[in-house]
């Protein structure tokens, strides 16, 4: 049960991770100007171009895939180690 959490937590974060950063990030490049995350405004303060992906839904993922890494974290902590099998404690002698 505890491999299936794992492997759920690290493959949920990190593929927000991915999709927030690499992702989005390459959608934004390939789109093209602006690259940057905040609007372009011309002298007059006009908004004349902005991101493709608003930058809150790429942070909103980034943050996601941090959560969900710090709650597998806490589950973590709060679960009991198991105990090591005799099997395993066996020592050669010299």
């Known amino acids: 049960m505890t491999d299936i959490i794992d492997k759920a937590a690290m493959a949920l ?7 927030g950063v690499v992702v989005m990030g390459l959608i934004e490049t390939l789109a093209g100007k602006p690259f ?12 004349v171009a902005t991101p493709m992906i608003d930058p809150t839904i790429r942070t909103g ?18 679960t009991p180690v198991p105990e090591e099998t005799a ?4 020592v050669t002698a010299d």
């Not at 895939?65 to 597998?72: C, D, F, N, S, T």
Request: aromatic share 4%; no cysteine.
């Open 36 to 47: 940057g995350a905040a609007p372009i405004t011309n002298d007059a303060g006009e908004i």
């Open 87 to 90: 099997a395993s404690r066996e």
């Open 61 to 78: 993922l980034v943050l996601a895939g941090i959560a969900v890494l710090g709650i597998y974290a806490a589950y973590k902590l709060a």
């Open 13 to 19: 974060s990190g593929g927000l991770l991915v999709l």
